[in-house]
């Protein structure tokens, strides 16, 4: 399972407890993937000796692209991994984190308005009162307690995704450099789950052309509950441009209890596995 996340970034268990987790249904290789952040991975470490789990060392980074046609910027994530010697990446996430520190208290500032209450302090808490490691789920879960809404999604749709009020984009690196930065450091660029962006299918193989295009090394294969129709046009393409393939649950926790550790799409004939190039 190649992209997880554990209580570093928006999961919900520690990264002691992802690799046991891991141990307990059979894992043999996990990589931690955590949001713009590799600070669980010398927690994880521990646990992965111990059971006898090969630990990749991952990051899940927050980027951006855009068509030359509309000028608009989209986000998409970037599973970095198998890094030699991580410290360009490294320089590069702490630029993440501040980013992702000031947006954390941007949103907030903007829900003061929407719901009569500052719940930045609350938020923060979630985090060890670390802001930099604050995502939009830790807000969404603050709300949920709060009663502002019954569920997490609840608070995405009302207030915090893309053309809401309390929207804050995430102001990532451009895709070129995301990819140019991992493989400075020794790594592979994952493009990660292509049809989770609410793109049209027309900019779904647009972006999977130009991050090809760009020296991306792998594609992540879409879950088995997406159609299959979704699953041969991402394979056309993954063909089309001699990508490699990766395999990742994007386990959360409790907090997404519908995606199972472990739970990964089939890799098909004739389709090269990234973790085939691993040292």
């Known amino acids: 399972d190649l992209h997880t996340h554990s209580n570093i970034s928006d999961g919900t268990l520690s990264p002691e407890q992802l690799v046991r987790a891991a141990g307990e249904i059979g894992i043999h290789t996990l990589a931690l993937t955590d949001h713009d952040t590799m600070d669980g991975l010398i927690q994880a470490e521990g646990a992965a000796k111990e059971l006898g789990i ?24 970037i599973v970095a991994l198998n890094m030699q010697h991580p410290e360009p990446l490294l320089a590069l996430l702490e630029q993440q984190k ?72 995430f102001d990532g690196l451009g895709l070129e450099e995301t990819i140019q930065v991992i493989h400075a450091s020794g790594g592979f660029a994952v ?35 997406e159609p299959l129709g979704t699953r041969q046009m991402v394979d056309r393409m993954i063909a089309e441009h001699g990508l ?26 004739g389709q090269a596995g990234i973790w085939e190039s691993f040292r």
């Not at 907030?108 to 308005?113: E, H, K, S």
């Not at 393939?245 to 799409?265: A, C, E, Q, R, Y």
């Open 54 to 77: 090969k630990l990749i060392s991952g990051v899940e980074i927050s980027s951006q692209w855009s068509r030359p046609a509309t000028k608009k910027n989209y986000g998409v994530h």
């Open 191 to 225: 493009l990660a789950h292509p049809t989770r962006y609410d793109l049209s299918a027309t900019n779904i193989r647009y972006l999977i052309e130009i991050f090809a295009q760009f020296g991306g090394d792998a594609v992540e294969l879409p879950p088995a509950v």
């Open 244 to 269: 490699k393939v990766s395999v990742g649950s994007d386990f959360h926790g409790d907090n997404m209890p519908w995606i199972k550790l472990g739970n990964i799409p089939r890799v098909k004939e």
């Open 98 to 169: 501040q980013i992702r520190a000031v947006r954390a208290k941007q949103i907030c500032d903007l829900l003061i308005p929407l719901i009569g209450e500052d719940i930045y302090a609350e938020v923060v808490a979630k985090v060890e009162h670390i802001p930099d490691r604050v995502t939009r789920t830790h807000i969404a879960k603050t709300l949920v307690e709060k009663g502002y809404v019954s569920r997490a999604q609840q608070a995405f749709d009302k207030y915090i995704k893309e053309g809401k009020k309390a929207y804050v984009k």
